[in-house]
Nanobody
Framework: VKLVESGGGSVQTGGSLTLSCEDIGYTGDRGCMAWFRQRPGEGREGVAL????????KYADSVWGRFTITHGVAKNMVNLQMNSLLPSDTAVYFC???????????????WGQGTQVTVSS
């Protein structure tokens, strides 16, 4: 497993950004991929996840209705469309993967390097 992230950057409140992640080390279709974020001085929190079995998704309450996670062209790729961004969404966003299929933010053990998202008011 090797997760490569792209996207991120700076945007004003109400704007949109898309994050992409590709697992270039695993081409199978098991497990789940997710996005987590970490604000300065805080712990890492799950934002959105998608699993390959029946494509279940799960979102944090704080992003429900604003963020959408989807698979890319292949199941080892995932995109996070972020709309109606708020200053509170400012964080480093990490792509993550686990080979288990439970749609839970627990158990992710492979991580990308992180990408900064900054939302200004």
């Amino acid at each position: 497993v090797k997760l490569v992230e792209s996207g991120g950057g700076s945007v004003q409140t109400g704007g949109s950004l898309t994050l992409s992640c590709e697992d270039i080390g695993y081409t199978g279709d098991r497990g789940c991929m997710a996005w987590f974020r970490q604000r300065p001085g805080e712990g890492r929190e799950g934002v959105a996840l998608i699993c390959t079995a029946a494509y279940p998704t799960k979102y944090a309450d704080s992003v429900w209705g604003r963020f959408t996670i989807t698979h890319g062209v292949a199941k080892n790729m995932v995109n996070l469309q972020m709309n109606s961004l708020l200053p509170s969404d400012t964080a480093v966003y990490f792509c993550a993967r686990k080979l288990g299929a439970v749609a839970s933010f627990n158990g992710f053990n492979y991580w990308g390097q992180g990408t900064q998202v900054t939302v200004s008011s």
